[in-house]
């Protein structure tokens, strides 16, 4: 398991936050790497999602928390057979509000398919973290938008 978090302070309230990092279709607008998403059933806790990746994977996902306005997790598993099949990743968006705007953690816990997969996303860590923060940013641009 690779665990990578990044925290940041978005100059919103909470329900402002919320309302994008709630919506599957808002994904691509904040979060690196995501080009398209849909929700394919549900709302909520057990809300099914496609995510349609930058580098064209396509992730079935599934909501596993959902706590308005304060969390949002999902668990991303990759199409495919095999070792890719195998892969998954747990997306958790946190909110806390605070004087005048709302803390944001996001963490990304992956479990690669494999020891080779294991040592790519290893090399990959200071990647993952940098599009982390770039999503803070986005989240915090977009997030303003709607106060």
């Known amino acids: 398991m690779i665990l990578i978090e990044r925290s ?4 919103a309230p909470i329900e402002a936050v919320w309302e994008v990092v ?14 398209e998403a849909e929700v394919v059933s549900g709302e909520g806790f ?3 999602q496609r ?9 079935d996902a599934e909501v596993i928390a959902y706590d308005p306005p304060k969390l949002i997790s999902w ?11 195998e892969a998954r990743t747990e997306v958790h968006v946190e ?4 004087t005048g705007g709302t803390g944001v953690r996001l963490t990304i816990v992956r479990w690669p398919s494999g020891p ?16 982390l923060e770039a999503s803070l940013a986005r989240l915090a641009d977009l997030a303003t938008v709607h106060v």
Request: charge should be positive; hydrophobic fraction near 40%.
């Open 51 to 59: 995510v349609h990746a930058a580098d064209g994977a396509s992730l």
């Open 75 to 85: 668990r991303e598993r990759a199409e495919g057979t095999g070792n890719r099949a």
């Open 8 to 11: 940041g302070r978005v100059d």
């Open 116 to 131: 080779v997969s294991a040592a790519l996303l290893r090399l990959g860590i200071r990647r993952i973290g940098a599009d």
């Open 95 to 98: 909110l806390t509000p605070e």
């Open 22 to 35: 709630q919506q599957a279709e808002q994904l691509p607008a904040w979060l690196a790497g995501v080009r």
């Open 46 to 48: 057990g809300r099914r």
